[in-house]
């Protein structure tokens, strides 16, 4: 039946990511912006919150929580409301927990999900986009080949999040390259095989917190237990509607941020003897921005309950993720053009959430509910 | 829990609306978009029959006991979605009580509603309707002109009202009623403002111009004027005090209801466009492919996943709005947000739809074109765009009209 409720246990998730997000998080984004790095010890805090764990099987020492999208989309809101740079940072390990606990045969879960389950942030990350101006999901040209009972991997990767600190990639290549979703796997590659090279760092206009990498893959030789699912192989298809909530639902929680911030100065600054939050042409700015992010959020959360229900939510998560980047990018605009010139400066967070927002475009699968 | 998911008893019942829809709706739509100052009896007679729109048209029933189902506002604006896919003009124009029964429900005492909407559970068809909207103004409903003047046990209206939705049919072609908002002290401003019922035919009440319009031509807008028009004291809903707070307030409360049945109705029309498109392209063998990467798509894909995310989130702020009602929270905020959000996508969506098939779209041989002039009035009525962006705009920034009008 429609309801529009949290339940107690998921209001009580949002509100404590929710605090840490506004009090630790927000604090830090500038800093993190400026200098590219983030705080050992904020990471350490937020993986307290058991994130990561919490929805890992018991068995693998994880909390035995239900995994919700919903849930998983209130979280990555939070998070994306003190900063989406950080927040995906936090996320990152999920790239691998998560498809592996759902997707993974007993020996992988075995092998890979113990030291997630512990008390310490373990840096993990997904290879899944290709540097190339129409790249697409559905026809990834990394390759992976049979090579007896192992595979061949060549290709080249970017966006690759935590790539230089992690121990384990999940590089997703395309076996079957005429099957589109259905023809692509992931596999677990160890950082130290051979042919496997982590480039620089990048530069990137925003998400300037958050290391991401390149990638490239030359003849990685790996054993047939690399790959995720084993025989059966993955549902790529709905791992990245899973991406593309979570990326969403981070894209509202940064809508918000910027919404929250314009409204309060709008409503202390004044122009032409009033406060400008009184003036229509800025009022109904704000109000299309409150709109919008309800509006987001309800696409997100409708397609993660789809997820819930068992679904792969294909057309609804794509479509809640580009409506999400489209509507933050103009909700972090009117943030900027909120606070005129004050907003084009540094001094205020308006203009780094705009250079945030753009990334959401551009970025699949770098996040996961 | 957030759940998106209809239940099955509903999902049925929509079904049954989508049929009258489909098989008693779309077949005259034309007919009587063409014939704009006709009436479709025969339609009128078996939905009234059916009583198929006892609960769709205003929410007039929510605090009574039925076997319907718990969410009841929230059922409202699912079947005014469904029956507007069909035709938003008929479905306007279908005999109920309409904005009059949703003004009695708001303001009324129970024995006000007992009596006055009776009427729409027996005997032949009948329309209610409400005037508020005058000559001299429409958004800024404190304007109000027409005056109630009390004359021994009597209330005598002078004014004149126009655009009045069914008002030709509620005040002179059925039993019905119209409620007319009219000041009853013209100093004390919002607060004199009171809702009145003047029954069908009563003297001096007489429609004097039903327009033309653009589109929803099924639906009549009449211009009426009363003059020395003599009503019982009972017929003011509510008190005839004047007070500084509520009053006008209380009325105001009744959009918060009609706002997301105005946005279904708007969702409907989109819907129906929507629909239309997407069977076309079928048809053309264009696929639309969810998925891929959005550099790789057409500019047709493109528009058309657009359209279908602007009409979901539409449909998602209003089935919240109306599922707040349903649940005792108070929807104010969200029922603007809905109205303005579905008001303007569904304009945006329907001319679109009608650009994406070029000179078929335009041509009167489909009912694409007549949707898009459907469509329109949702942005205009129940409170324009402008003005329930103010009420957003009011309640996130904690301003009243003073420091935001
Ligand atoms: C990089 C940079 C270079 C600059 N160079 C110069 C320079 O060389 N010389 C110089 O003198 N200045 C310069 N400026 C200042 C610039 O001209 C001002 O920032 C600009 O005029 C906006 O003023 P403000 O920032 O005070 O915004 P505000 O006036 O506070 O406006 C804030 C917001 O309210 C809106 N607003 C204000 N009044 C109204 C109204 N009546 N109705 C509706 N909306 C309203 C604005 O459009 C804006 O969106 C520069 C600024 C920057 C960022
Ligand atoms: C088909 C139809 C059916 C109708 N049915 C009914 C009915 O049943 N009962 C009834 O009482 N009325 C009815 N109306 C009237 C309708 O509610 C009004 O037309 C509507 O409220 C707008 O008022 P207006 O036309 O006077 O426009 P105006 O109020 O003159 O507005 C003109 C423009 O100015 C804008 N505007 C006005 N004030 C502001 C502001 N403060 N800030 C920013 N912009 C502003 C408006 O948004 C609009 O764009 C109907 C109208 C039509 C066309």
Redesign the interface.
């Known amino acids: ?7 107690e246990e ?1 209001q009580m998730i949002r509100d404590s990511v929710g605090a840490f997000a506004s009090e630790q998080i927000r604090k830090a984004a500038r800093e993190a912006d400026e200098t590219g790095k983030i705080q050992a010890e904020l990471i350490a805090q937020a993986w307290q919150l058991g994130l990561t764990s919490g929805p890992l099987p018991e068995q693998y020492g994880g909390g035995g929580d239900t995994r919700s999208a ?1 849930t998983g989309a209130l979280i990555a809101e939070e998070l994306g409301y003190g900063d989406i740079s950080i927040g995906f940072h936090i996320l990152a390990p999920r790239l691998v927990a998560f498809p592996v606990a759902e997707m993974g045969t007993d020996e992988q879960k075995a092998r890979m999900l113990k030291q997630f389950s512990g008390a310490n942030f373990v840096a993990a990350a997904a290879a899944i986009i290709e540097p190339k ?7 990834i040209q990394t390759t992976a080949k049979r090579d007896g009972v192992g595979w061949i991997l060549n290709g080249v990767k970017c966006n690759v999040p935590l790539a230089a600190e992690s121990d384990t990639l999940l590089v997703y290549a395309a076996s079957d390259a005429s099957k589109g ?1 259905a023809g692509v796997d992931a596999f677990l590659v160890p950082r130290d095989t051979a042919g496997l090279k982590i480039s620089e760092r990048e530069k990137n206009m925003g998400l300037k917190g958050l290391a991401t990498h390149g990638v490239t893959l030359e003849n990685c030789s790996v054993g047939a237990l690399a790959r995720l699912g084993g025989d059966k192989g993955i549902n790529f ?1 709905r791992l ?1 509607s899973e991406a593309r909530i979570a990326i969403a639902a981070f894209g509202v929680g940064l809508m918000r941020s910027a919404f929250d911030y314009a ?1 309060d100065y ?2 202390e600054r004044k122009a032409f003897g009033v ?1 400008i ?2 003036k ?1 042409a800025i ?2 700015i ?3 921005m ?2 919008e992010i ?3 959020r ?2 997100v ?2 397609a ?3 997820l819930d ?1 068992g679904e792969d939510a ?2 609804e998560s ?3 993720k ?2 999400v980047a489209a509507s933050a990018l103009k909700v972090t605009d009117n943030a900027v053009q909120c606070l005129g010139g004050h907003g084009y400066v540094r001094d205020h967070p308006v203009e780094m959430w705009l250079r945030n927002a753009r990334g959401l ?1 551009a970025i699949d699968g770098i996040a996961t509910v | ?7 099955p008893q509903v999902l049925k019942r929509l079904q049954m609306y989508h049929m009258v829809a489909e098989n008693m709706m779309r077949p005259i739509s034309r007919e009587y978009d063409e014939k704009e100052h006709e009436k479709p009896w025969q339609f009128y007679e078996t939905m009234w029959q059916a009583q198929a729109l006892a609960d769709v048209g205003a929410p007039t029933k929510s605090d009574e006991k039925d076997s319907g189902p ?2 009841r506002n ?1 059922y409202t604006v699912l079947s005014t979605e469904e029956l507007c896919w069909g035709d938003a003009g008929l479905f306007l124009s279908t005999p109920n009580s309409g904005l009059g029964g949703a003004a009695v429900m708001a303001a009324g005492t129970p024995q006000q509603k007992a009596r006055f909407l009776k009427r729409f559970s027996e005997g032949k068809p009948k329309w209610g309707a409400m005037a508020i909207t005058e000559p001299h103004f429409g958004s800024d409903s404190a304007a109000v002109k027409t005056t109630a003047v009390r004359d021994g046990d009597n209330w005598v209206i002078n004014g004149t009202k126009i655009f009045c939705t069914g008002g030709e049919m509620a005040a002179e072609k059925s039993e019905g009623f119209v409620v007319v908002w009219a000041t009853v002290d013209a100093t004390a401003g919002r607060a004199g403002i009171k809702p009145f019922v003047v029954d069908h035919n009563t003297p001096g009440m007489s429609v004097i111009r039903v327009e033309d319009k653009m589109g929803i031509r099924a639906s009549d807008t009449a211009a009426i004027v009363f003059d020395n028009c003599k009503i019982p004291l009972d017929h003011i809903l509510g008190s005839a005090e004047v007070k500084r707070e509520g009053g006008f307030k209380d009325v105001m409360a009744t959009f918060d209801a009609t706002r997301p049945i105005v946005a279904a109705m708007a969702i409907g029309v989109g819907r129906a466009a929507l629909d239309f498109v997407r069977d076309f392209l079928k048809e053309q063998k264009v696929e639309i492919r ?7 798509l057409t500019a047709l894909e493109r528009d058309f ?1 657009e359209m ?2 602007q009409l ?3 449909r ?2 209003t ?2 709005a109306a ?2 009602l349903d ?1 005792g929270k108070r929807n104010n905020l ?1 029922a603007s ?1 809905a109205k ?2 579905a008001g303007l996508v569904v304009t945006q969506i329907t001319q679109k739809a009608v650009e994406l098939l070029g000179p078929l779209g335009y041509s009167r041989q489909y009912l694409l074109e007549k949707w898009m002039r459907d469509a329109k009035i949702n942005d205009i009525f129940e409170g324009t765009q ?1 003005i329930n ?2 009420i ?2 009011r309640r ?2 904690g ?1 009243g009209s003073k ?2 009008n």
Do not use: C, H, P
């Open positions: 039946m429609i309801d529009f409720e949290l339940t998921q919903i101006f129409d790249f697409d999901l559905t026809a979703f298809s990245m409204r709008a409503k406060f939050a009184q229509q009022a109904f704000l109000a299309d409150a709109i309800d509006a987001a309800l696409l959360w409708e993660a309950s789809r229900k294909l057309e794509y479509l809640a580009n409506y475009a | 829990m957030i759940d998106f998911e209809l239940e718990k969410l929230l969810y998925g891929i990467s959005q550099r790789r996943m279908e995310v979901k989130a539409a998602l702020l089935w919240r599922w707040m649940t969200e947000m303005a959000k402008q962006m103010i957003v705009a996130i920034l301003y420091e935001l």
